[in-house]
């Protein structure tokens, strides 16, 4: 007997435990709205992909072929506790059929360890979950010689769930993002540099299941504007695609000039804190948005320390939330490797700020009031009038508005060098000469390369090969870049 061929594969995912300890009410909302997202996300993969909603999961089936695909999203997606991969039997009644099929399924994971089968029962049948671990057990225990069974530490767990006559054999087991869904925690505004601090508090709200917007503010040139909309984009596309989010982006050089000429050298850095949080708080009225988010954290530079941090938080009425507030640096920097942006934050280009001479470390209350109405507060306001505010979807093309970098489709045509800035391995196959240079190593190692030649920056969806372009043109005043779009 041939044994047929798998065209799907099923995923059972697990809430995040702090959902299923909430009110019915809550509880049910929290449940629909990760449902809602996970069809949002999956949709865009496949649409032959089948959902089912139950009390305690939810089950997606999809195409073998979109397995990869569907498992990254799944473990993107905040709410989830664990994404199990399974093997669907229907119409399973008797253990002599689980026990024969569990075995043909799993016998070869065992051969030479030692392993145990745990089983979860659901519905009317006429045996216990007991039972089936028992009679499975010693079934592929008498049929796989060289394995052991082990009933404390077994080096292989068989887990099969039987839910009426529906058996699901359990094949891999990942952590998921754990948190809250996305969307069921309001909305809030994220004051981003582009660095470590700042997109590591963004993931985290993301994660906490609030739909986290992005603010940024320009203190001169292009080029930092650009990194900060690539990384926003990446965190977006990553973990928060299935909702809607803006990027503000507020000029703030006049506003820095503002600063040298009216405030005192030892609270400039308070200042500017100051000033973002008060042009945030009108770019949040006007999107009515509740709290901001900071990446500070305590006593990291001269401006958060607790009483300088007090200071600046009596410039608005919105809560601010400080998430890293408490962490140590090699923390941060941790979950910016585990979410994939601290090769973003080392290649994020220099921009001049407000550096304070001789820093106030412990500002005073009554003398920070007097150095705030020295400022002309109608530059502050000129700036938030100038603000543009996008989708952060429409990055993509929003990228093309910023520059002029030439689009190549048709590369037959000339005598071109592609280079693959994708930060995997792999490498796009071309007519033409191609190379791989990551984009986080592009900074360094594009100058080395031969500049009598053309080249064309290659990425999947055109959003880095667009900004890193810009970037290379504006920055180092390369004339020898285009982008190639397939």
């Given amino acids: 007997m041939v044994e047929a061929e798998v065209k799907t594969q099923k995923f059972i995912v697990k809430f995040f435990p702090e959902i299923m300890i909430k009110g019915s009410k809550a509880k049910r909302q929290m449940i629909d709205q990760l449902f809602a997202n996970i069809k949002k996300i999956l949709n865009k993969i496949s649409e ?203 000029p703030f050089e006049d506003v820095v000039t503002e600063i040298f000429n009216s405030t005192s050298q030892s609270y400039m850095g308070v200042t500017l804190k100051r000033l973002m949080l008060m042009a945030s708080e009108k770019i949040a009225n006007n999107l009515k948005i509740d709290a901001l988010l900071t990446g500070e954290s305590v006593a990291q530079v001269s401006s958060q320390t607790l009483r300088n941090l007090a200071l600046i938080d009596q410039a608005t009425q919105k809560l601010v939330l400080r998430p890293l507030s408490t962490m140590n640096k090699p923390e941060i920097i941790d979950i910016a490797e585990k979410i994939g942006t601290r090769k973003f934050a080392e290649n994020m280009p220099e921009y001049c700020g407000v550096i304070s001479k001789n820093p106030v470390t412990h500002g005073s209350y009554e003398r920070m009031e007097k150095e705030a109405k020295k400022f002309n507060y109608e530059v502050l306001d000129k700036a938030v009038e100038e603000a543009l505010t996008i989708n952060v979807d429409e990055i993509i093309s929003d990228v093309n508005s910023i520059g002029e970098v030439e689009v190549v489709h048709d590369i037959s045509k000339g005598n071109y060098t592609v280079i693959d800035i994708r930060q995997n391995d792999e490498c796009i196959e071309t007519c033409c000469e191609t190379i791989k240079i990551p984009f986080y190593k592009l900074k360094s190692e594009f100058e080395k390369l031969p500049q009598d030649k053309e080249y064309l920056f290659y990425c999947d969806k055109g959003v880095l090969s667009q900004l890193h372009a810009q970037y290379l043109i504006d920055s180092k005043g390369y004339k020898n870049i285009k982008v190639y779009r397939p």
């Fill in 48 to 250: 032959e992909i089948e959902y089912k909603k139950l009390f305690d999961k939810i089950e997606v089936v999809c195409p073998i072929e979109k397995v990869e695909e569907v498992r990254e999203k799944l473990l993107e997606t905040s709410g989830i506790e664990l994404v199990l991969e399974a093997i669907q039997i229907d119409n399973m009644t008797t253990l002599d059929e689980i026990k024969k099929v569990v075995n043909e399924k799993m016998a070869e994971e065992i051969q030479n360890k030692t392993f145990v089968v745990r089983a979860k029962r659901t519905g009317q049948q006429e045996f216990k979950s007991t039972d089936i671990e028992r009679i499975v057990g010693g079934y592929m225990l008498a049929n796989n010689p060289t394995s052991k069974v082990d009933l404390r530490n077994p080096e292989v767990t068989i887990k099969v769930e039987l839910i009426h006559k529906q058996l699901n054999i359990i094949t891999n087991r990942y952590s998921g993002l754990s948190g809250f869904p996305l969307g069921t925690q309001g909305d809030i505004l994220s004051l981003m540099s582009g660095g470590f601090d700042s997109t590591v508090a963004s993931y985290l709200t993301m994660k906490r299941g609030i739909k986290t917007h992005f603010i940024f503010f320009n203190l001169g040139g292009i080029a930092h504007e650009i990194g900060v909309k690539q990384v926003a984009f990446y965190l977006w596309n990553k973990f928060g695609s299935s909702h809607k989010v803006t990027f503000t982006s507020v």
